[in-house]
């Protein structure tokens, strides 16, 4: 069983009971205790669960509306500075694609300025930003709206992407490797997001540094198929200097 598997099995678990512990966990799974503990790790990090002494909850409505916010103010001088220089790329009369991510939503704040730009999006809270804009076209890209999520997930909107021919898409991701290239921890947003990177001529990866040597759950896309990486001036140098020597555009943002 893939990792993704065996924890969308624990969300789907925590769904039928209000707390589960980690030997049930590793009873009904049959895996060892260590292997449940780094799913719940990875679970509780991207905003799903919490932990709890010998075990694990689902977040409540509100803990997860503050978690997602965390998630907007964490490392928030760099998303901006990726942001603002994300929004040089971008013209007048283009159909650009934002995912849901928080990096994303900080680059939209950006794009009130332009006129005639159809922004397609699989992010709630960017909807919002840009829908009162007369100069901007917003179009969400149809899916599941789960509980307390802010994010569409899934492909129920596949016939609309598949016509989709972007101009640029500006995605981010859980994290980034030249040998894994774009990885993400939920699979359905992953699938989406998937499907949105090859209905591009550029393809633009938003990563703050703290993404960088991170591997997810699910694959997005191949490092050979990112046109350039927009990042901070806190990137590891290291890995600044192998992005380069293996041919990937960088761009770092003051």
Known sequence: MFPFERQNKIIHLLDQNSKITVPELSRILDVSIS?????????????MIKKVHGGAVLLKSEEKFTNFNDRIIRNIEEKEAIAKEAATLVKNNQTIILDASSTA???????HGFSRLTVITSGLYTAIELKDNPNI???LTGGIVTTNSFTLEGILGANLIE?????LCFMSAKGFTMEEGLTDFN???TEL????AKRTYKLIALLDHTKMGVISTASITAAENI???ITDN???KALYKKFQDAGLPVKIAE
């Open 35 to 47: 292997t449940i503990r780094n799913d719940l790790s990875s679970l509780e990090e991207s905003g």
């Open 105 to 111: 939503l900080a680059l939209a704040k950006e794009l």
């Open 137 to 139: 076209s917003v179009i």
């Open 163 to 167: 016509n989709i021919h972007a101009d």
């Open 187 to 189: 699979i359905y947003e």
């Open 193 to 196: 997001k998937r499907l949105l």
């Open 227 to 229: 046109d350039l990486l």
């Open 234 to 236: 806190k990137i590891n």
